[in-house]
């Protein structure tokens, strides 16, 4: 987005420096007449689509192990596949391939919504689902040649829901996600509350993920006498590391603090968040978030991510009670001030979350038979595990080394040199591992 709308929202903008400022096509009139729909911003959502669709696309083919078959032969295949009893175990997979097409019927939807009139409105939804619908069976279809998925009426029965879903939302929140393109794209100064909305959003959906509830009083019995709760600690994520273990509670606990400054700031000018506020406020989004989680089959609640979501809320609002003496100028200094033994702290830290310390070391012959068993194919080992187990390593994988994205801005070097780093050393850690037993 070029320019910034005048506070009566459609009228022209002041120039500057002699030259007319473009004008945004956002026209607060439009709420007067309910016939029309237009876009607030011209951020353009085809390059997300395109990018969505085409990962939609590789991530349903891997492991990308073709094998040819004639036309005839695919298509009476097709004819016969079948209902599937997927069962409790198999039913986080059925979810996630719902939950997959939901971007993919929303972004559609979206592209063919814009400055539509209402009339014409359903037009595009059902163009929209008519393509997620075509993307999905040629999916499907094409799995046919690569063994190794499996093809049944249950994948396209959620991947239909899950189109509709999202064309669902997007015919009532398009407007809202453009804008929070503009946003992102070049109006900075909303780019922090849009982005902790965003946020917040998406942690709750993170949290609940992959939507397998239980469904029957024998799946609830099963839950209860499984490892996947505990009233301080669930036995099951106890098996790991002592490291690993530590490390994922104060995940939890960081990844709560943004939603403490979206509290803090959505009641500006009220009431200021005492400590005591703050903390029970955590305590009670974790106990609705634990209790969720063990209604969901593959979900892990226990009484110690309560505790971490209480801390995570105080520590957001705790900052934002300071936040004036968070400015990035202010900030990038005192990274800058302590660089070095933060980064020996993070590197160490690094070690120890990819096992380095609690494994034994083997030699060099035992690493290159290793080695020569690695498949470099990006997401090859995700599909052999589950879909919870899948996006929780992608997500901890990328937080891992945000921390050196966060010294090369306080450093003030580019996002590239970064980028370099962070490969480099993620290759550094990663081939070490090939060293341990």
């Not at 420096?17 to 309910?34: A, L, V």
């Not at 014409?120 to 499907?140: P, R």
Request: hydrophobic letters at 50%.
């Amino acid at each position: 987005m070029d320019g910034r709308p005048s506070p009566e929202g459609g009228g022209s903008l002041q120039p500057r420096n002699g030259m007319p400022r473009p004008i945004m096509t956002y026209d607060h009139s439009s709420r007067h007449s309910p016939g029309i729909r237009i876009a607030p911003s011209e951020a353009s959502t085809l390059p997300w689509w395109l990018l969505y669709v085409c990962f939609v696309i590789y991530g349903s083919l891997v492991p990308l192990d073709f094998h040819p078959r004639s036309w005839d032969q695919a298509w009476e295949m097709f004819r016969h596949i079948r209902l599937l009893d997927v069962g409790t175990q198999g039913r986080a997979d059925w979810v996630a391939n719902g939950v997959l097409y939901v971007p993919v019927g929303f972004l559609t939807a979206t592209l063919f919504t814009r400055f539509k009139t209402s009339r014409t409105l359903v037009l595009a939804l059902i163009g929209s689902l008519l393509f997620s619908f075509t993307l999905a069976v040629a999916i499907e279809f094409s799995q046919l040649f690569f063994p190794s998925r499996t093809v049944s009426i249950n994948d396209v029965i959620a991947e239909f829901f899950g189109s509709i879903l999202g064309a669902v939302f997007a015919a009532r929140w398009s407007g809202r996600f453009r804008s929070f393109l503009s946003t992102l794209m070049g109006n900075p100064d909303r780019l922090v509350v849009h982005l902790l909305k965003a946020y917040a959003i998406g942690y709750i959906a993170f949290s609940l993920f992959p939507y397998d509830f239980l469904v029957s009083a024998s799946e609830l019995e099963w839950k209860l006498h499984s490892d996947g709760w505990g009233w301080l600690a669930a036995a099951e994520p106890a098996r790991g590391s002592i490291a690993l273990s530590l490390a994922k509670l104060f995940a939890e606990t960081f990844a709560v603090a943004p939603l403490g400054l979206i509290l803090c700031q959505l009641t500006t000018g009220r009431r200021p968040w005492s400590h005591t506020r703050a903390f029970l406020s955590g305590a009670a989004l974790g106990l609705i978030v634990e209790i969720a989680q063990f209604f969901i089959v593959s979900g892990i609640s226990q009484g110690l991510s309560v505790l971490t979501r209480a801390m995570g809320i105080y520590l957001g609002a705790l900052l934002w009670r300071h936040r004036t003496r968070l400015r990035s100028p202010r900030l990038a200094i005192r990274f800058r001030r302590f660089g070095l033994p933060m980064s020996i702290l993070y590197l160490i830290a690094l070690a120890a979350a990819n096992g380095w310390f609690d494994h034994r070391r083997v030699g060099i012959g035992s690493a290159m038979n290793a080695f020569d068993g690695i498949h470099f194919l990006p997401f090859y080992y995700h599909y052999y595990t589950t879909e919870q187990a899948a996006l929780l390593s992608l997500v901890s994988v990328c937080l891992m080394y945000a921390p050196i994205g966060i010294l090369a801005w306080a450093y003030r070097n580019p996002p590239g040199l970064a980028m370099l780093a962070a490969t480099l050393l993620a290759g550094f850690m990663e081939t070490g591992k090939l060293l341990l037993e």
